[in-house]
């Protein structure tokens, strides 16, 4: 495999701040990941300081640990628990207010881009799917869009994928073909540590010729496409995606539902990891002066039996139907309303269940 698109930079490691640097100067919030509670996480960074290095992942069906391993790697870890869900689509957000007096008001944009740094392949395309969901029907969904239009987007290609990693199968990654602005690829080879840059948009080569950065070498070009067969290679999780759709519309019925549902705790940490879901409930509050009320937006889960409460009780009164809802419209019923899978592969659903649960085991299992 040989690379296409010209023309690639090279970034020597230790100028990584360099690129935080030029991205505050363009007037940025940068979200970078971080180590918190022994996860990687995205929060605010102030410099490339902040991001850790040394750190790799291991995930398996309801497990996750950091381990350290070469101390100078930034990025050896894939996803952790959070995707860019949470800073274009917060967990709680404030939808309107209304004031006594009859005046309405919307949040506005105020003004504020963010940068998102380290971004995975498999996310970039959650990000589209969340695009065609929450901004491109009937309504805007306001949050997000406020979020959404300035945000610039700097991906890390994986090399190092995990054993949850099913992107393979579902054409997002491990290296990142469109949805960000620079694209990263870290490269260790003989005593050298370079970042290999790849612009996607205007505003990325920008930034980039800011930089300043040298054209990448051919031997630093061929290491990259090395890395590139490598890590597809690395990717062992398999989901065969042709027929999916039908060949789970056809098992309904079938006796595997209730065996996860047996095992299935309605915990919705699948739900809250997943980059793609979406679902929300509103709740509203007053102030005590009672002369301003407001109305708000909290991530909901599908496995909450309130969630399906429709007029005097819950539709999806088992576990094992709403196991089987989330299943279905990710792997199926998604495909009917927005023309793609609404899974990108990305794993997170199989490390942070507690039970281990695996929505590509379940499905082989159903549709066999
Ligand atoms: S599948 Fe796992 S993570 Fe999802 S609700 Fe059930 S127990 Fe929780
Ligand atoms: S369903 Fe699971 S693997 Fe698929 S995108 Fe959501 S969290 Fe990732």
């Not at 918190?36 to 992942?57: K, M, T």
Request: hydrophobic share 35%.
């Amino acid at each position: 495999m040989s690379l296409q698109r010209k023309p690639y930079f090279a970034l020597d490691a230790e100028m990584l701040g360099n690129l935080v640097t030029i991205l505050k100067d363009f007037g940025y919030i940068i979200y970078g990941p971080v180590e918190r509670d022994g996860a990687i996480v995205y929060d605010i960074i102030e410099s490339a300081e902040q991001i850790p290095r040394g750190l790799f992942d291991e995930q398996s069906p309801g497990r996750y640990r950091l381990i350290k391993k070469d101390e100078r790697r930034y990025f050896g870890y894939v996803v952790g628990p959070q995707s860019p869900k949470y800073v274009l689509y917060p967990p709680q957000h404030l939808l309107f207010k209304v004031r006594k007096d009859g005046r309405t008001f919307i949040p506005r944009p105020d003004g504020k881009k963010v940068a998102i740094f380290g971004l995975r392949p498999c996310d970039l395309k959650a990000v589209d799917i969340l695009d065609d969901v929450l901004l491109k029907g009937p309504y805007k969904n306001n949050t997000y869009w406020t979020l959404r239009k300035d945000a610039l987007f700097i991906a890390v290609n994986c090399i190092e994928p995990d054993n949850n990693c099913f992107c393979t199968s579902m054409n997002t990654g491990p290296f990142a073909k469109s949805g960000c602005d620079i694209c990263i690829t870290e490269l260790l080879m003989d005593g050298k540590h370079v970042f290999i840059l790849e612009t996607m948009t205007d505003k990325g080569a920008e930034i980039v010729n800011r930089l300043g950065c040298r054209s990448a070498t051919e031997e630093e070009l061929d290491a990259v496409s090395r890395l590139m067969e490598e890590a597809r290679n690395k990717i062992r999780k398999k989901l065969n995606v042709e027929n999916l759709k039908e060949d789970l519309y056809k098992n309904l019925e079938h006796p595997r539902w209730n065996d996860v549902g047996n095992r299935c705790l309605t915990c919705g940490n699948c739900t809250l990891v997943c980059p793609t879901c979406f679902c929300s409930s509103v709740f509203d509050r007053s102030s005590l002066s009672m002369d301003v009320a407001e109305r708000w937006a909290l991530w909901d889960s599908c496995f909450s039996i309130d969630y399906s409460y429709i007029h005097g009780g819950a539709i999806r009164q088992s576990i094992m139907s709403r196991y089987r809802n989330w299943l279905m419209h990710k792997l199926a019923t998604w495909v009917d309303q927005f023309g793609t899978f609404g899974c990108v592969g990305c794993g997170r659903c199989i490390t942070w269940c507690p039970v281990g649960i695996d929505i590509v085991e379940e499905a082989n299992r159903v549709r066999s």
